[in-house]
């Protein structure tokens, strides 16, 4: 498939950073693409939080009416498909997919997120997102007060052990292998009451995806009802070192604080480029993004 017309903006990916510039974006009578493979990141949660009027709703309930509500402004269109290159410029960019689509654009608006690299822990990835997560103010609530586990080491494990004692006192630190803390941090652990397990674990044991046993390689088992992880992350939006984006020092998409890439006409929002992983704060940003593309285009 291919189109000879020009878009204003082409937004790869339509979740809900995506989906937020776009609205904005038709509202303000742009030609707007948005091209998606409906992979979202947050696809095996079973609930959203945190974001006002949609709490504890699933996530791809809140996806379906943001399209709908997009799709009906005429000039914003949609492609299910995957972006799997971007070449050009500003004013002059061509996105391909992966079935041979070719579109171009003024403007690019990244909206791709990223995906995890999660352990190779059997059972790990059936409960991940569901009893296995990576944020207590996303889903703590739902396991406050509940015996919790943290999959971390060192600084990290220090630093989530914290913040996780103000949902739960029942707290452990699975460090898989030997740990990384300091003499000091032990010591702060043992005050707070933190329990460290080393054991290297050998599955996980779930109903559902509802985590009902630790089990590791000498043995031993354990059961917390919920377990934390932050996990490594790459990229999904494509051609990013051929444009010249710049990542930062965790690995996300660098922007300014009006969602611009180092490279000129080309913007992010949304889990690529934030730490914030939440779905209220990937529609702020995506809003945000389409005012100053808006703003840009007049230019």
Known sequence: MQTNETADVIVIGGSYAGLSAALGLGRSLRKTLVIDNGLPCNRTAPHSHNFLTQDGVEPSVITAIGKAQVAKYPTVSFVDDTAVSIGGSDNNFL????????????????ATGILDQLPAIKGFRECWGKSVIHCPFCHGYEYHSRPTGLLMNGDHAMEMGNMISNWSGDITIYTNGPCSFTPSQLEILQQKK?????????????LDGQLQEIQFENGDKDSPEVLYHRPLFEQKAPSLASLGCELDTAGYIRTDEFQRTTVPGIYAAGDNSSGFRAVSMAVANGSKTAGMLVRELLQ
């Open 95 to 110: 996105v391909e997919t992966s079935t041979g689509g070719s579109f171009s654009a003024r403007k690019i608006m990244l």
């Open 194 to 206: 933190i329990r460290v397990n080393v054991n290297r674990i050998s599955q996980l044991v779930h």
